[in-house]
């Protein structure tokens, strides 16, 4: 089993830019895929971006896409999270997860993976 922590949320105002950290222990050689999601009150839990941890291949959902940045430090065990100009609607607690199946381009396969217990983001206008 993976066990995953987040850190680096918090509160920014728009157009501001947080990173965000995700320290993975355990089984984590057998990770082959790691994501990020979001999940705002009385939404659903959002995908929005995979990297494999073996390629580098990476995906990003469109609300996302050209300011978000996932990246991974495979000798410190963590993923990454970049986020530049944000907005309001990126207010969400952020998740990070890891599985042990292929990314296949896109998030859908870490929903039976590990996860963490999330970090608090809050953009305000």
């Known amino acids: 089993q993976v066990q995953l922590v987040e850190s680096g949320g918090g509160s920014v105002q728009a157009g501001g830019s947080l990173r965000l950290s995700c320290a993975a222990s355990?089984?984590?050689?057998?990770?082959?895929?790691m994501g990020w999601f979001r999940q705002a009150p009385g939404k659903d839990r959002e995908g929005i971006a995979s990297?494999?941890?073996?390629?580098?291949?990476?995906y990003y959902a469109d609300s996302v896409k050209g300011r978000f940045t996932i990246s991974q430090d495979n000798a410190k065990n963590t993923l990454y999270l970049q986020m530049n100009s944000l907005k309001p609607e990126d207010t969400a607690m952020y998740y990070c997860?890891?599985?042990?199946?292929?990314?296949?381009?896109?998030?859908?396969?870490?929903?039976?993976?590990?996860w963490g217990q999330g970090t608090q983001v809050t953009v305000s206008s």
């Open positions: 355990g089984n984590t050689y057998s990770t082959r895929c």
């Open positions: 997860a890891a599985t042990s199946r292929y990314c296949f381009g896109g998030t859908r396969t870490l929903f039976s993976g590990a």
């Open positions: 990297i494999s941890t073996t390629e580098g291949a990476t």
